[in-house]
């Protein structure tokens, strides 16, 4: 689960890490920014989305006159941002935080991460800040460093010192920068964290260490320990569809593809995805209607896949193994005649009742063609979609 900007540094600062001055408005200009912008003084607006490479696309800007700042507003609220993080559909862009300016005296990157690989923690730096790490990785890996931390540890003063000596960290900075990375690492651990990234991490003029920008991810498995922050998800930055489908329990995410799937369970969502791709399609969601897929659950399924507008045709895969075929059946007719399908409908079921499941999908005369294995499904789907 992903935070907003202005989320990441509320919690940066409850650890006592430095972030700039700040507000956060969701409509007008506060007076008392206002106060400050007629007399010119700078402040950064920046348009909050769950996506960075905002500077390079209009959604972070310096401003100092009321004029610019007016203009900022009614041109990012409400508008979708796009960066090259977010294509093809962009983020809407709901809040804008509005910072203090400050005097940069140098950027870097600084990250936390969880390392598959190594089953360890990564911190991962750079005297490159304020451009994307991907391009550093590319172009300059030696200026990419990193401490490995064995779980259930701490960064020993060695590695913090390492880390300091390469960032080239002032000894007056010293103790600053130590007590940002302490801080940082009993954040991570303490809210469950999958990334931290600061980005850039600054070293002011007068040499203070302070947080300009922050990306966190909770870990969602740990969501449960974490209520405050798991009810602060800003469901407006992910796709609709998906947002929909997460309130009616299904497990939904949109793809680019023409045939919508209705699968129950994960390991059998996957397989058809592989087998209609296998056939020359491409599969326009994945979607997991669970194991005690109801008549109504079912219904919603096909409501969340049809507002998809992309969608030829609907591939239902369903093993009856808790639930019998004939209710599965049953349900998919009446779901059917309830949202008022238009385009082929491809049924594969199996399991108890299968036979008795597709005769009630026979007699139903909807536009239904009844498969008889998942690999004639997938054929029978991509046909249609290329129709
Ligand atoms: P991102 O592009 O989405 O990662 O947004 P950032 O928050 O990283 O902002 C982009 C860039 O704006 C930063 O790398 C900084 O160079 C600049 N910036 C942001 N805040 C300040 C500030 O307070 N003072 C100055 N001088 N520059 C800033
Ligand atoms: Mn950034």
């Not at 106060?35 to 700078?42: S, V």
């Not at 804008?96 to 600084?110: G, P």
């Amino acid at each position: 689960m992903n935070l907003h900007e202005y989320q990441s540094k509320k919690l940066l600062k409850s650890y006592q890490i430095d972030i700039p001055n700040g507000q956060i408005i969701s409509s007008q200009i506060p007076d008392s920014i206002k106060l400050h912008l007629k007399k010119n003084t700078a402040f950064v607006f920046k348009s909050q989305i769950h996506a960075g490479g905002r500077g390079k696309s209009g959604g972070v800007e310096l401003i100092n006159n009321l004029k610019d700042a007016e203009d900022f507003i009614s041109n990012q609220l409400g508008s979708k941002l796009k960066t090259y993080q977010n294509l093809p559909h962009g983020q809407p862009v709901n809040k804008i935080l509005v910072e203090e300016k400050i005097a940069i005296e140098r950027e870097l990157y600084f990250s936390i991460l969880i390392d598959r690989q190594t089953e360890s923690i990564i911190i991962l730096c750079s005297t490159e800040g304020g451009t994307e790490i991907e391009d550093t990785a590319k172009k300059n890996e030696n200026l990419i460093f990193k401490e490995y931390i064995s779980v259930g540890e701490f960064p020993t003063e060695q590695q913090i010192n390492n880390l300091s000596k390469k960032l080239k960290i002032s000894i007056e900075t010293y103790l600053e920068f130590k007590n940002f990375l302490q801080n940082a690492f009993k954040l991570f651990l303490e809210k469950d964290l999958s990334l931290m990234e600061v980005n850039p991490l600054i070293i002011s003029k007068n040499n203070k260490i302070v947080a300009l920008d922050c990306k966190i991810s909770l870990d969602d498995n740990a969501l449960f320990k974490h209520e405050t922050l798991r009810d602060s998800f800003d469901w407006s930055q992910v796709d609709e569809k998906e947002a929909e489908a997460h309130r009616a329990g299904l497990n939904y995410i949109a793809l680019e593809g023409t045939i919508g799937c209705m699968v129950n369970g994960a390991g059998l969502a996957m397989a058809t995805m592989d087998l209609i791709k296998h056939s020359g399609g491409l599969p326009a969601n994945f979607l997991d209607v669970g194991g005690g897929a109801s008549a109504e659950t079912v219904s919603k399924a096909f409501k969340i896949l049809l507002s998809d507008k992309n969608v030829r045709v609907v591939l239902v895969n369903i093993f009856g193994g808790i639930m019998r075929c004939d209710l599965i059946a049953d349900g998919i007719v009446s779901a059917i005649k309830d949202v008022g399908i238009k385009i082929p409908i491809v049924v594969r079921l199996e399991g108890t009742n299968v036979e008795i499941g597709k005769k009630i999908l026979d007699q139903s005369k909807l536009n239904i063609t009844s498969a008889d294995s998942l690999s004639d499904a997938a054929k029978q789907a991509v046909l249609f979609s290329k129709a």
